[in-house]
């Protein structure tokens, strides 16, 4: 089993969409896919026509001491989606402490998920450190837009060598173009080498529910988005 | 019931035959029924098939000849092998008979399979002992070696100069001729270079001793008449040989060079001048080219762009200023081309010239590619590409021949000069060239002697002691001549200069030059004079029919067992040497083409170098519609109206002639034949097809994205393109009006560039875009995706056939048989009128010739 997870460099680069198009394209794959909702706002669901922040999830569970791993849904064969659950922003910050305070909380868990999947995607929170660090994934990738904020942002990350993916790429635009040159210039091993295309199917795609890739099979985004799951089938199955 | 005994009635009123006809057909058809047993299973079984088995007997109106076509038919259905055939019913006695037949041919075949397989393998077999053998060789002494390699040249030379001058009677040459060609035969499946050198040496005993032959026993000195036109005709058969000889030296071991690698600091890398010499060419010709400049990868401090306007023309030093390039223009314009290049030259100091023709845009690595070899060999003052054209000559236009056959230019840029480099002799073509500037100070400029500066100026750098490369990597691609009329007059011009420099810069004599190099040079120059000689071959046998000269005086099997020889070995040698690059016989028209045109000012050149024009190849046109140029093709139809009067004079002589002329005359027939096909096909590059596009579109396999205003992006393919626009394949069909503004986003390396284009067609999953109106810098950035790849010409020839020298011989005289008929349809009226009762003759006799079945359909034979 691998584990994956994706993170913003900061809010609204498209990261859920991302990996809900990404999970289904790795399905399609042949794959077996559990994607984890780990943000607080609890929406990750919502790319699989599940209901908008559903009360049970593995965080209410946590927190209430239940088992967890009851509250996936399975979307197809093969396809789940675990959500958050609804929990008050106290309470969040208190299972951010519990998360900090049992580092291998997680851990566990995946080893427990580890034969009946062979990819858990993680869905990572901006903040809330436990959070973000709890999850030991084999791929952590940072998803950023070709803009100046973001460019800004990455900086203080590059220590830790990360890979970074550029959403919403628009080639037309003479900032973005130049931005991922230097990009690919100053950081040629931390880039994932392909970028995913500005596409007006993925907006509609969350509109409709659904993952990119089932919403327009045809549209560009799905097809950068399954290089990007035949990527990642590459990349996990190279020992690290 | 008695309609299918008896279809009288049936052929009466539905094919409206004649009553005879009607009659005839019905009674042959009833006389079947009762004594063939037509009804029987094998007959049914066959009758299914009818109109796949007899194509050109199905829907056609039934006439009294048709019994004779099916007879015909029948016959060359048992005699020909043709798929599926088995399966009706006539199994077992093609069965017995092919097997009798295999058996035959087992005898002579098992053991000549045997043998030439061992011949393929032998020299992987063989390879241990060669080694060893040449550790022992190597391991001799020296004079022991040197004793050794006497005694076993002079023994060659004897054995050789034996073979040439032996004369032999009928049956000791017929028995020589058939071992020197069993052994070519077996030598021709070997692979490598040796078994080619070997071919080199059996060809050449072969053509020296038909040569030798020639000279010794076949011109007639009793009788003027034949002594004139025989000795003509071997004064063009030597000339032949002499360009052979010198052919095979040139090309018998190509260099195949291979990029030099750059340092990896760009400061160590020269800076380079790149000129786009101009003179009257239109400005949307020269854009791409400076567009696809500007996208060269080299440090931008370190490449200079020139345009060297000799036209003057405001238009041009707007659009230079407009994208940052250097405009050169001169008040006169001596010298033309080199003159501009000179002058350039005085106001420019890089280390490196690179000059490109205004309509050869280069990829974007050509500097990358070439420049490396100057650094590591610093005597070396030129490095050539190939020319490498993306729109069909006209040759390619008229015979359909674009992207399936390799090209007139194919022989020189992939052989002749890859064979010249291996002898440091690779000259320069004018463009698609980059070359050292103090080699170039070093003499003086460019040649401006002569109308071809190109080759001049590489023979100087050559006698001064420099060196020069020749790169086969297409690293630029232009547009070839629009029309005949125009490729003509371009060859007449290189024609004319080379046999200028011929006789003012001789390179068998003065000082500089190795032996190879005068070689090559001498084979470059004296290939142009090929125009008299070719037209003696065309015209020979009319002296014999015509004349009654007996321009080769020897019995005519004699002939035939020293001509066809020569011919043999000379075509199965240049197939394996240059069959990739020229398919056999193709050289042939090429040559007829020019024949007549570089006839003469080759000639006037010969005696007086220093008449003589430069003239600018006109390119990038259009033919609004298909057109004959008559013009062009007279002299190619006079020709063959003394052939085909040399025909008639044939029958005449095969009727009134003495007895033992009828062997001669019929061979003569044969050349007669044979010349009258190779100038149809001459004739059939005269009918010029139509030419509408401005822009010619290049085909292609390119993965790239669109992008549609309301934000929705679809991948798709890259299918076609040109400076104007592009065509794609989606992957699903698209519903867009025509005129739908429509962005392509396209790749180059990991960058992406966005093109916005109107949608000008949409059919199904193919979409055209046309990029009209993109701003200079999309345009630079749309050159570099497309036209100026790396890659982009590096698969040119993978459409190419494989050279068959039979096949070849028969598409070529399929060529001219279609040349005569593509001229009866361009024809005036009245001439068509007069024509055309001949051709009804032709065309009925040709209506019983029998055809090949089609192939079965599943439900016809699915028995």
């Not at chain 2, 650094?375 to 030129?382: H, I, T």
């Amino acid at each position: 089993m691998i584990a994956m997870s994706l993170r913003g460099v900061r809010g609204g680069v498209g990261t859920s969409s991302t990996l809900a198009a990404l999970g289904y394209a790795l399905h399609e794959l042949g794959q077996k896919v559990l994607l984890v909702d780990m943000c607080p706002e609890n929406s990750l669901g919502l790319h699989f026509n599940l209901n908008l922040a559903p009360r049970e999830g593995w965080a209410r569970a946590t927190l209430d001491q239940q088992p967890w791993h009851e509250h996936a849904w399975s979307v197809e064969p093969g396809l789940c989606v675990l959500p958050y659950g609804q929990v008050q922003p106290a309470e969040y910050t208190r299972l951010d402490a519990l998360l900090l305070e049992q580092p291998q909380l997680w851990s566990q868990r995946q080893a427990a998920l580890a034969d009946a999947f062979d990819w858990v995607l993680f869905d990572l929170p901006q903040r809330l450190p436990g959070h973000a660090a709890n999850p030991h994934c084999d791929i952590a990738v940072m998803v950023l837009n070709a803009d100046a904020a973001c460019h800004v942002l990455l900086q203080p990350l590059l220590a830790k060598k990360p890979l970074f993916l550029v959403n919403r790429f628009d080639a037309a635009s003479q900032l973005q173009r130049d931005l991922v040159l230097i990009w690919q210039h100053r950081y040629t091993q931390s880039l994932v080498p392909l970028s995913l295309h500005a596409d007006e199917a993925m907006g509609e795609a969350l509109a409709r529910s659904e993952p990119a890739g089932r919403y327009a099979p045809g549209s560009l985004i799905a097809h950068d988005i399954i290089s990007l799951a035949s990527w990642c089938l590459l990349r996990g199955r190279r020992p690290a | 019931m008695i309609s299918r005994w008896f279809p009288y009635t049936r052929l009466r009123r539905e094919q409206n035959c004649t009553r005879f006809t009607a009659f005839t057909m019905a009674l042959i058809q009833a006389l079947g029924w009762v004594f063939l047993r037509l009804e029987s299973p094998n007959w049914k079984a066959l009758r299914a098939q009818q109109w796949r088995l007899y194509p050109h007997l199905a829907n056609k109106r039934s006439t009294i000849g048709d019994p004779l076509r099916y007879i015909v038919q029948t016959l060359w259905l048992l005699v020909v092998r043709t798929p599926n055939l088995d399966q009706i019913g006539r199994k077992r006695t093609r069965r017995r008979v092919g097997a009798y037949v295999s058996a035959v041919l087992n005898i002579v075949q098992r053991p000549w399979n045997l043998l030439s397989n061992s011949f393929e393998h032998l020299p992987a077999a063989l390879s241990p002992q060669v080694s060893k053998g040449s550790h022992w060789w190597s391991t001799m002494r020296w004079p022991t070696r040197k004793v050794l390699y006497i005694a076993l040249g002079t023994l060659a030379v004897a054995l050789i100069v034996l073979c040439i001058t032996e004369p032999f009677g009928y049956l000791a040459q017929l028995v020589f001729v058939i071992l020197l060609w069993v052994l070519a035969m077996l030598v021709r499946r070997m692979p490598g270079r040796f078994p080619t050198l070997l071919l080199i040496v059996l060809s050449i005993i072969v053509s020296c001793r038909y040569l030798w032959w020639r000279y010794t026993s076949t011109l007639n000195w009793n009788d003027n008449l034949d002594l004139v036109c025989g000795l003509i005709l071997l004064i063009a058969e030597t000339y032949s040989w002499l360009i052979l000889l010198l052919g095979y030296v040139q090309t018998s071991w190509p260099l195949n060079r291979q990029p030099a690698q750059l340092p990896p600091d760009t400061d160590e890398w020269p800076v380079v001048d790149l000129l786009i010499p101009t003179y009257n060419e239109e400005l949307s010709v020269t854009r791409g080219t400076v567009y696809a400049a500007l996208g060269l990868d080299w440090p931008k401090d370190k490449l200079r762009i020139h345009l060297l306007d000799d036209g003057n023309r405001p238009s041009f030093k707007t659009f230079a200023e407009e994208v940052g390039i250097n405009y050169i223009a001169r008040t006169d314009n001596r010298h033309a081309k080199a003159g501009n290049l000179n002058h350039a030259l005085t106001l420019i100091d890089g280390d490196l010239v690179a000059i490109f023709d205004c309509d050869h845009m280069p990829a974007r690595s050509f500097l990358q590619l070439t420049v490396g070899w100057f650094l590591r060999d610093p005597s070396l003052a030129l490095v050539q590409t190939p020319h490498h054209f993306l729109s069909p000559d006209p040759f390619e236009r008229n015979l359909g021949t674009f992207r399936n056959r390799p090209n007139e230019g194919e022989l020189f840029y992939g052989l002749i000069q890859d064979g010249n480099d291996m002898w440091n002799a690779a000259f320069f073509c004018g463009s698609c060239a980059i070359v050292r500037r103090t080699a170039i100070d070093s003499i003086g400029g460019f040649a401006v002697e002569t109308v071809t500066e190109d080759a001049h100026t590489a023979l100087r750098l050559h006698r001064n002691g420099w060196t020069s490369a020749y790169l086969r990597i297409p690293q630029a691609a232009g547009l070839a001549t629009e029309s005949l009329s125009a490729h003509i007059g371009q060859r007449i011009r290189w024609a004319r200069g080379m046999v200028q420099i011929f006789r003012t810069d001789n390179p068998l004599l003065g000082k500089g030059l190795t032996i190879f190099q005068r070689i090559c040079y001498t084979n470059a120059m004296m290939h142009f004079l090929v125009g008299l000689p070719r037209l003696v071959f065309l015209t020979a046998p009319l002296a014999f029919l015509l004349l009654h000269a007996y321009i080769i005086y020897a019995p005519a099997v004699m002939i035939l067992l020293y001509v066809l020889p020569h011919m043999i070995h000379a075509s199965l040698t240049n197939s394996r040497m240059q069959g990739a690059y020229r398919q056999t016989f193709w050289g042939e028209v090429y040559e007829t083409v020019l024949a007549w045109y570089i006839a003469r000012p080759t000639t006037v050149a010969l005696f007086s170098p220093s008449r003589g024009k430069f003239n600018v190849t006109a390119k990038g046109g259009m033919m609004e519609e298909n057109q004959f140029d008559w013009q062009t093709a007279k002299p190619y139809l006079v020709l063959s109206l003394l052939n085909v009067l040399g025909l008639g004079f044939a029958v005449w002589r095969l009727f009134t002639g003495p007895k033992d002329e009828i062997f001669t005359v019929l061979v003569s027939v044969l050349w007669v034949v044979y010349n009258l096909l190779i100038i149809g096909a001459a004739v059939a590059v005269a009918a010029e097809v139509r030419q509408v596009r401005h822009t010619h579109r290049v085909l292609t396999r390119l993965p790239g994205a669109i992008r549609l205003a309301d934000g929705h992006s679809y991948p798709c393919e890259l299918v076609d393109y040109s400076d104007g626009g592009v065509g794609l394949q989606l992957s699903q069909p698209q519903q867009l009006p025509v005129g739908t503004p429509v962005s392509l986003i396209l790749q180059r390396g990991n960058r992406e560039f966005v093109f916005t284009g109107m949608l000008t067609r949409s059919h199904d999953l193919f979409m055209g875009l046309s990029f009209a109106q993109l701003p200079p810098e999309q345009k630079i950035a749309f050159v570099q995706c497309t036209f100026g790849r790396a890659d982009a010409w590096l698969d040119h020839n993978s459409g190419f056939e494989a050279d068959k020298p039979i096949q070849s011989l028969k598409e070529i005289l399929a060529l001219g048989v279609k040349g005569y008929y593509r001229l009866y349809e361009y024809m005036p009226a009245w001439l068509r009128l007069m024509a055309r009762p001949f051709l009804r003759v032709f065309q009925w006799l040709g209506s019983f010739l029998p055809r090949m079945p089609k192939a079965p359909t599943p439900l016809s034979s699915g028995q």
